[in-house]
């Protein structure tokens, strides 16, 4: 199953030919790659290391398969082995770092964060849209065992987080539509909103408000509200959030108290943006 | 040249056979791949956006090979364009949650680390060792706009680090020296120690001690200490960290007051991992 085939011609002729813009689903380079990835991905909290079986199993591949693959990771030194178990290295990192130091607001952001967390002494995160659910790019935690711990590169959907109906209401209408359309919208809560058209609603009021509260709609007890992140050409390119327990501090008082200072926070890291990129 | 030639018959065949251990490293899959991860890594904060030339330039491969792959990545989600730029898009961060939710101390480091950085106000990460550098896989900052900001996944040279020392020290000797051998030992500020023998000896000292102090030998004004976390078989899998200002703390007061706390949170992390595993 892992044998590579021989490229179609069209695929490695050419350079800004018309078909540059047409990703090829069906060549064997793009299938290779992406069973790469996916023994990548097999490896989890719960499978940390594992035998050949196992990541076959996990990856969908056969045997001879996963283990092509897992000598080239090994090979690129994304894999290491005792022989029996395999396991991920940490230069899987570099990916993900390449990514994330690419964004403009990697080193903007990060010290506003901190300032806000200081302030406020609630945890502060940045997150971006991608497909359905939000990403985590920075998170600020702040110093309680009772924070909240998503990592970065952690997903939530985006219909039931403030964050995601922020950078929702970013989007042209039909994309907003269409996300909520393709979302799994699977009731977290007893409050949790799942209907398209109400949905909708909720986020055209995000748009005009400026700002975002989501009410113990992904979780009980947690309350959250975002910020847009906004580039010189003023394209929301991420939100920012501050989220707390509703038994420590209602939605109504974290609005009241801490709403300014967060938005205040997302206008200091869009205006340095800006001047960054002019 | 980033076509994929008909794979030799041997990496593909067999299972667990005596070639299972030898990566092959002229296999065209070992190539494909490493182009494909040449090609995200050629993303960063000096280029976030570049155009078909410009990725070709920096990955080192002809436009042709650069537009198969991008239009690879593109097909996987990892990539976007506009038709002209391409930038990585954040599903790329999947790769490295694979890895990082895969450590043994990923949940459980994070509570003892906030709650240090709380009593002690300076910031706490967690790393590892590749190769000669340490990678960072965890981090709670401080909340001072002057504080260190190295994200996860940040590499720094071991040699020249308190936790790379650390780290080092539970290596065998023979590897421990050649891994500072292998090192780029340039002497950051005038206090680095980049002579072997040296290093061995400060190694050493680690290694009875149980902790590490690297006074300015990375940055001028830096100061560092760093403590093991062991797992249930006493082997050290990472090191965490407290680093502070020379000109806010010195190191001998930050020994006095901060070594305490640093290796109690590194004891009870050590400690949780064996309870958890056992």
Known sequence: MATARTPIPHETSGLAAPSAAQPVPGDSYVQSFARGLAVIRSF?????RQ?????????????AGARRILLTLQTLGYVKSDGKLFELTPRILDLGFAYLSSLPLWNLAEPVMQE???QIKESCSAAVLNGTDIVYVLRVPTHKIMSISLGVGSRLPAYCTSMGRMLLSALPPDAMMNVLQASDRTARTCFTVTDVDELAAKIAQVRNQGWSLVDQELEE????????ITDRSGHTIAAINISGQANRTSAKVMQETMLPRLLAAAQSISSQLTIQRS
């Open 44 to 48: 989890s909290a719960q499978s940390p």
């Open 51 to 63: 035998t050949l079986s196992e990541v076959a199993g996990r990856a969908q591949l056969t045997r």
């Open 116 to 118: 806000l967390v200081g």
């Open 221 to 228: 007890g947690l309350v959250s509200m975002a910020a847009p």
